[in-house]
Nanobody, 123 residues
Framework: QVQLVESGGGLVQAGGSLRLSCAAS????????MGWFRQTPGVEREFVAA????????SYADSVKGRFTISRDNAKSTVYLQMNSLKPEDTAVYYC????????????????WGQGTRVTVSS
């Protein structure tokens, strides 16, 4: 069982930056594949970015490629999502997720989810 807690959301102007964090706890919490997803009201939750445990590789949705960076600090059992050049359409609740698939980044099939952190980008 893994518990995930997101932080770092907030209100930012278009063109600004935010860094989200996801702290994992529980058994072997640092050895999971991790991902970020986002959801807006009435829209299905969408994949944003993923990072494998070992070897560390990453995957991004086309909508955020070149603007967002996912990274992890296994010693701290924490995953980050650095979001730059934010756009109003990035406004959403962002969720961190963990999967036992850890050798390559995956876009679905996550077993554990956090409660989400809200990001609002004003125009």
């Amino acid at each position: 069982q893994v518990q995930l807690v997101e932080s770092g959301g907030g209100l930012v102007q278009a063109g600004g930056s935010l860094r989200l964090s996801c702290a994992a706890s529980g058994r072997s919490s640092s050895s999971y594949g991790m991902g970020w997803f986002r959801q807006t009201p009435g829209v299905e939750r969408e994949f944003v970015a993923a990072i494998s445990w070992s070897p560390i590789t990453t995957s991004y949705a086309d909508s955020v490629k070149g603007r967002f960076t996912i990274s992890r600090d296994n010693a701290k059992s924490t995953v980050y999502l650095q979001m730059n050049s934010l756009k109003p359409e990035d406004t959403a609740v962002y969720y961190c997720a963990a999967t036992q698939v850890r050798s390559f980044p995956v876009r679905s099939g996550y077993e554990y989810w956090g409660q989400g952190t809200r990001v609002t980008v004003s125009s």
